[in-house]
């Protein structure tokens, strides 16, 4: 009886915003008969260091991001005004 395991990429997913949506599965074996499947699932976002990535995501990441989805998700996750906390108000700007 023997076991084996392989971590194979299942699925990529392009978003319009350059985000890459990646699941991997993690498919055990016996005797060469699969038994059991796990998914891992993540998100890599345009303007991310890749160079730990497997070759695959590199090259898409190359090819697809350009500056402005770059900077558009720079944006995105570092809002300049960002909101309010629950149950707190949003200061008033006088001179509005």
Avoid: C
Wanted: no cysteine; net charge negative; hydrophobic share 45%.
């Amino acid at each position: 009886m023997a076991f084996t395991k392989q971590l194979i990429f299942d699925a990529i997913t392009i978003r319009s915003t350059g985000h890459f949506e990646i699941r991997m599965a993690a498919v055990v074996y016996e005797d060469g008969i699969e038994i059991a499947k796990n998914y891992q699932r993540r998100v890599v976002t345009p303007g991310d260091d890749v160079t730990a990535e497997p070759q695959k995501i590199k090259q898409l990441a190359s090819f697809i991001w350009t500056q402005a989805m770059i900077d558009a998700a720079r944006i995105t996750a570092f809002p300049t005004n960002p909101a309010p906390e629950v149950g707190q108000q949003a200061p008033i700007d006088p001179q509005q």
